[in-house]
């Protein structure tokens, strides 16, 4: 399993950015798809994710601010950001899971300037 994630940028605070990240194989077939993020200095952390039942679930952080999507046509899912805050700064992973396996995305780094 392949992960392809990209989007990620340098924007000022309030700014806006939309991550991506494409699959090489139907996202439908995994139990859990998402995003998470590491701070310099932190432990990597849940952003948004979303289960097969259409359940999503975001960090408390980001709700209302971000929205995660899906292209399953595509294989393809999405992060809208928007009002990003300097905090949003980090580096951004998505990640798949089957049952009990995680597949992980190279990260792309978004960075708000204030």
């Known amino acids: 399993v392949q992960l392809q994630a990209s989007g990620g940028g340098l924007v000022q605070a309030g700014g806006s950015l939309r991550l991506s990240c494409a699959a090489n194989?139907?996202?439908?077939?995994?139990?859990?798809v998402g995003w998470y993020r590491q701070a310099p200095g932190k432990q990597r952390e849940l952003v948004a994710d979303?289960?097969?039942?259409?359940?999503?679930n975001y960090a408390d952080s980001v709700k209302g601010r971000f929205t995660f999507s899906r292209d399953n046509a595509k294989n393809i899912m999405y992060l809208e950001m928007n009002n990003l805050e300097p905090e949003d700064t980090a580096e951004y992973y998505c990640?798949?899971?089957?049952?009990?396996?995680?597949?992980w995305g190279q990260g792309t780094l978004v960075t708000v300037s204030s």
């Open positions: 990640y798949a899971r089957q049952g009990y396996v995680k597949y």
């Open positions: 194989r139907r996202i439908l077939t995994f139990n859990v």
């Open positions: 979303f289960s097969r039942g259409a359940v999503s």
